[in-house]
């Protein structure tokens, strides 16, 4: 579900050649969140990316649910990890998850 600036979807990244081509990376920005959440500027060439990529479109909420609900659970195993094991990681390496902000 597109609205005036960006449009929302669920697409699983397959890391393949043609997921994201050069002239996807020319035609529109995008940028991906927990739980294979993408977001893109709303446009013909991005709807096409969703499309070719089997994306399932969202509403702003649904994807801001879906990335929270995946750090959730982040931070439920962190918060469950002995302390000692959260002390030895090293500052700014592991540290307990935070909830993206989607745009």
Known sequence: MANDIYNYSVITNTAGKGFITHEDSRAFWRCSFQGNVWVAMDCRE??????????????????????????????????????????????????????????
């Open 46 to 103: 991005s709807r096409k990316w969703v499309a070719r990529n089997n994306g399932i479109s969202k509403t702003k909420a649904e994807a801001q649910a879906i990335s929270d609900a995946i750090t959730a659970e982040a931070q439920t195993t962190w918060d469950n990890d002995s302390r000692e094991a959260n002390a030895a990681v090293p500052e700014g390496k592991g540290s307990r998850p935070v909830n993206e902000v989607i745009p």
